[in-house]
């Protein structure tokens, strides 16, 4: 167990639980929809509401307001409306400005759900934004931003995922996975990407030991790592095997359009994620 301090350890990892909702096809679609309701005033108006949410589940095929009536007797919905939990991923996912939200103002999109929206923005370009952007302290998360901000650290989650497995990447193919109690062990309370090198020594040492990490285990932490993990996978950077995530170094040649494994014909799936990996902490790091 790393000895940072407590308040690394506290500090809360934030990603949205609902899968079958952040995918690309998904918020693609949703962002065409939030493109159609841009500067209307969703919330002094039930009808506006109303037709919102009706078009989302047209376009999405998804319900966004779960069926939770409080009985049999009370005939309304305890969600309230779509603002009210699904509509976090509108701002986790960088589609709408979130203090519109929290002021009740007229609907304030991003570029970002514009070009989503508007279809200018392809199914991978999608997840590399969404992968290369995602930080904390996030500003879609109260809790977050307020914990982050305090303890001065800037994150890129899925990057210190992808920075870690690249890592143990170059010790062997073999070593390029991770599982929840690895990674809670010995990364969660040591977020820092400047970390890298010591967390792979640390996991690649319990590993040579054969012994079971002993820690003390913590649902909302494993909770929310599983998340995290579980968007790599939609994505495409990363799949499970059993209850690890491996690195996907499996890619589609851009002009053969044929699948191959690390390397193929000038084309090379580690530089092409440690390329992404360099330009976001460079970008990150005021360097570009």
Known sequence: MSNHPKAYNDLPW???AF???INFEVIQQASSVLCSFEGKELFNSRRLVEEFQNLLTKRTGIDWIPDRNVSEDILF???GNVFRNKARVFTSFYLVDPECLKNRE???LTPFCRALGYGYIGKFEFYKTIIARFSY???AYDENWKAWIGANIRLKPFIFILQILLSLHL???DNAYISINEFA???HSNPLHSEIE???KEILKQRSSGENIKRERSDKIERKIGDLFGFLCISGYTFYKKNDICLNMIDIHPKEKTYFFEKREGFDKYNSINKLITDTLEELNGQK
Request: net charge neutral; proline share 12%.
């Open 77 to 79: 919905n305890v969600e």
């Open 106 to 108: 007229p609907l304030v």
């Open 14 to 16: 934030n990603f949205e």
């Open 19 to 21: 899968r079958s909702f």
């Open 198 to 200: 010591n967390i792979v």
């Open 137 to 139: 302290p996030h500003p």
């Open 171 to 173: 010790k062997g193919h």
């Open 185 to 187: 062990n010995f990364a």
